[in-house]
């Protein structure tokens, strides 16, 4: 890990979404809204977006922990804007805060965790 990367660097990435991110496959019966799995998958994304930069070569980063709650729907169509925050830096393992917003509010929010690792002894582990 590069020394640049600290504590309160933070990245966005925003989305328009889709029919295949929303919930109507899980059979519900409510019109099609954003799902919490790719509410988190693009937190996921984000924060992998924001460390990417700073690894060294031979690194990787794997996600280890989240903790999320989605607080509102966002029909399927409207964009999505994910905002991910360096919180804590702990060795290998990284805390971000993760937040949501669609085009009128915040949909979500938590911490998720990401570990550094080794890409070629990982790969050994498989």
Request: charged share 30%.
């Amino acid at each position: 890990m590069k020394p640049e990367f600290t504590a309160g660097l933070s990245a966005e990435l925003e989305e328009q979404t889709t029919e295949e991110q929303g919930v109507r496959h899980l059979g519900t019966g409510v019109r099609s809204v954003y799902s919490t799995p790719a509410m988190i998958a693009m937190m996921e994304r984000t924060s992998i977006h924001l460390v990417r930069p700073y690894l060294e070569e031979g690194e990787g980063s794997v996600g280890t922990r989240v903790n999320i709650s989605h607080i509102a729907a966002t029909p399927i169509g409207m964009k999505v804007r994910v905002r991910s925050t360096v919180k804590e830096i702990n060795g290998r393992r990284i805390t971000f805060a993760v937040e949501a917003y669609n085009e009128k509010e915040k949909i979500g929010e938590g911490t998720h965790e990401r570990a550094i690792i080794n890409i070629k002894k990982f790969s050994e582990k498989s």
